[in-house]
Structure formats: structure tokens, C-alpha cells
């Protein structure tokens, strides 16, 4: 009588249970007592009643189901994947250690007046390490026991059961979750998609995956589920940075200018050699300007209207293809200025491209300015390095290092 508080008890009803179904109470009992989350509902107790009756004492939770919560308390869509993406976390513990739920749905996942979520039942959970129970055998060969309209397709019809059942019902839960909340959104739309799809292989490959896609796009990222494209990289990097976006361009357009002034120039004078020697100059100041202006640009504060600087940045490197072919090293260093603004907008195999194309100009190392071609050989390097090149990245960088000991 110390101390007092109030619980949740669940009792078998003894003699009236099929020996399937009190092993599969005691099966619930042990996978209980391996899991502790905050997320879980606790089991704090359990045994047997003087009539051989076995019971568990849980946690007792006061709260609605995750969809009512939601409806009444009117949470947009940002609230309510920050609420499921701690239902994920539950079950992602219960997955690490072996144990699929099998029957999440919104009646199991409370939610308190404190906003806490709490997941519940595990009276159909399967344990996946081989031996630890022989009821989920024998229910899979006797009784299927699922939810209508949660169940995975494999659990209804009896296949393979893994966490990739989990996965589903979670993404039926979070379709239903968000109906009625969001503005259509393609990236959302293929999350959805991925995590509840028919055949178990084409969903995400854990629950950690699919919260992780959840989180990208809560944060404007690229998601997983989509198609790996520049143009779709290159749409989320604007929508996050758009004044570093609108930055760029501005910066773009009076480089471009500058390029294309620079390159009439040099075409009219090219056999005047101190006016040659004046051009490269330029062509230097050019780089130092554009260069500047990137290092100095931090997109991510700003709220400024969205644009895209790529059509720019492929003008301006065809510009510099065509007017500066008789001024090869004013070439090089525009086509290294380029691969940093190519590299700025996140398109580091273009600047890779270009880097390559400024060291074939440059000739055999030694042939040219030794100090332009360190400084083309250390932004390859760099952009090796982050395109995990690291092998030919190291060879690269290395040269610059000679060169600039020298």
C-alpha cells in the first residue's frame, strides 16, 4: 500500500483460450519485457491469477487515437509528421530488437493531452529470430490475424512476414494522417507511394529510411524516393536558397558581360601582344570578382523569390568556348571560374568537366603559368574529393602541393 498508481491490466480468459492463442498471450508478455521507449506504452508487470490465468500490467494511457488528436487539435502537415516521426522511432526500436508489430493502425497509437504519442498491442507481434517462438508458426498456418485496410498484402494472403509489413501499415496510417491537411506535393506523393507499395521489395528498406525521407523533406532536401536528377537537385537547392539563388544570377549576368566584352576585345587585339598580356589581366579580375561573390553569398537565411542561374552559367561556358579559342590561357581561367559556379550550384560533375578541359589548355604541366595550373589542379582536386573520387583526388591535390612548394 506504499505506493499507489493506476495501470492498465490485460487478462486471458484461461480455460477459454485455444492453446494457440495463450501461447500467443505469453508471446506478447516476452516481447513486451524487451522493449522500452518512450514512444512504447510500459509494461510494468505480469503473472498468473490463482485460476492459471495469465495477465500483463501495462501502462495505463489516457489519450485518442493519432488521427482524432490530430483533427482536434487542427495540426497542419509540419506538426503531424514531427508527431508520426516518433511513431517511427517506436517502431524502428521494437524492429532492432527482432520484433514486428503487425498491427499498427490508429486505434494502437494513442497520442496524451501532452502530445506524446504511445504505441500499443503487440498481441499479434512476430518475433524474427529463428526459435524464440513457435506461435507465430502455427498462427500463420491456423489463423491470420490483421486489421482490414492496415494489413500488408503478404500478411493477408499469408506470405513472409518481415518489417517491411510494419512499413506499410505505417504508410497507410500517415496517408491518412495528412488527407485533407496538405496542398498537393509530388515529393510527399512519392513517399507515400514508396512505403505503401504492393510488392514488399520496391518499399523503403526500414522504417529509419522512411522517416529519413520524412525529414529530408521537412527540411526542403531532395527526397530518396524520387529520381536522383540535376533538374530536380537543382529545384530543391533554389526553393531552400532562393536569395543566394537570385545572388548567383545577378553575379552571373554582369560576369557574362564582362566575359563577353572581354572576348570581342582580345579578338580585335590578339596580335598585339601587351595588349594580349592586358586581356589575361582582365580575364583574372573577371575570376577574382565572380569567385568573391560566391564565397561571399550565404542563400540559406533569405527569403527572396526563386530562380535559377543554370541557363546562365551554360551560356556563359559556351561563351567562353567560342570567343576566347586563339586566348587559351584567359580560357582556362574563365573555364575554372565557371566549374566554381558550377560547383556553387551544387553540379560538381560540370565543374569536374570543366576543370579538365582548363588543365588540357594549360598543356603538360610545366608548359604554362605553373601557378595557374596548381590553382586548376587544387579546384579538380577539391571537386574530386566531393564527388568521393578520393583516389584521383589525392594523385590531383598532391601536384597542386609540388607545384606551389616549388
Known amino acids: 500500500d506504499t505506493y499507489r498508481q493506476r495501470v492498465a491490466i490485460k487478462l486471458s480468459r484461461g480455460a477459454a483460450l485455444s492453446p494457440v492463442d495463450l501461447e500467443r498471450f505469453l508471446t506478447e508478455r516476452q516481447i513486451l519485457a524487451r522493449l522500452e521507449h518512450p514512444n512504447i506504452a510500459r509494461l510494468l508487470d505480469g503473472g498468473t491469477t490463482v485460476d492459471g490465468a495469465p495477465y500483463l500490467v501495462m501502462e495505463l494511457v489516457e489519450g485518442q487515437p493519432i488521427h482524432q488528436f490530430a483533427d482536434r487539435r487542427r495540426l497542419d502537415t509540419t ?24 498491427d499498427l493502425k490508429p486505434s494502437n497509437i494513442l497520442v496524451t493531452e501532452a502530445g506524446v504519442a504511445k504505441l500499443l498491442d503487440f ?52 496517408r491518412e494522417l495528412l488527407h485533407g491537411r496538405r496542398a498537393p506535393d509530388r515529393d510527399l506523393e512519392v513517399i507515400l507511394e514508396r512505403a505503401s507499395a504492393e510488392e514488399p521489395e520496391r518499399r523503403y528498406g526500414s522504417v529509419e529510411a522512411f522517416a529519413d525521407d ?70 583574372q579580375s573577371v575570376s577574382s570578382f565572380l569567385t568573391q561573390m560566391f564565397q561571399q553569398a550565404d542563400p540559406r537565411y533569405s527569403k527572396s523569390r526563386e530562380v535559377t542561374a543554370r541557363e546562365l552559367l551554360d551560356r556563359g561556358a559556351a561563351d567562353i568556348q567560342k570567343e576566347l579559342e586563339e586566348s587559351p590561357e584567359v580560357r582556362a581561367a574563365l573555364l575554372r571560374t565557371m566549374a566554381i559556379a558550377y560547383r556553387g550550384l551544387g553540379d ?32 579538380l582536386g577539391d571537386g574530386l574529393r566531393d564527388a568521393t573520387q578520393y583516389r584521383e583526388a589525392e594523385v590531383i591535390l598532391r601536384q597542386a602541393l609540388e607545384i606551389r612548394r616549388r
Open 79 to 102: 506538426e503531424c509528421l514531427l508527431l508520426f516521426l516518433t511513431v517511427c522511432d517506436a517502431v524502428s526500436h521494437a524492429h532492432r530488437r527482432l520484433i514486428v508489430h503487425r
Open 348 to 379: 560538381g560533375r560540370q565543374g569536374i568537366e570543366l576543370l579538365r578541359q582548363a588543365l588540357a589548355i594549360h598543356g603538360p604541366i610545366g608548359a604554362a603559368n605553373e601557378i595557374e595550373v596548381a590553382r586548376t589542379l587544387a579546384a
Open 123 to 174: 498481441g499479434i507481434a512476430k518475433l524474427l529470430a529463428e526459435g524464440e517462438t513457435a506461435a507465430g508458426d502455427r498462427t500463420a498456418l491456423h489463423q491470420r490475424y490483421y486489421s482490414e485496410g492496415y494489413a500488408s498484402p503478404e500478411q493477408v494472403s499469408g506470405g513472409a512476414i518481415t518489417t517491411a509489413s510494419d512499413v506499410f501499415s505505417l504508410g497507410v496510417v500517415l
Open 214 to 283: 520524412l525529414r529530408r523533406w521537412l527540411s526542403g532536401l531532395p527526397v530518396k524516393a524520387r529520381a536522383d536528377t540535376f533538374a530536380y537537385r537543382a529545384s530543391r537547392f533554389a526553393r531552400r536558397h532562393r536569395a543566394g539563388v537570385s545572388l548567383a544570377v545577378l553575379s552571373l549576368l554582369a560576369t557574362a558581360a564582362f566575359i563577353v566584352a572581354l572576348a570581342r576585345q582580345n579578338a580585335q587585339v590578339k596580335a598585339e601582344r601587351d595588349r594580349a598580356v592586358e586581356a589575361e589581366r582582365k580575364a
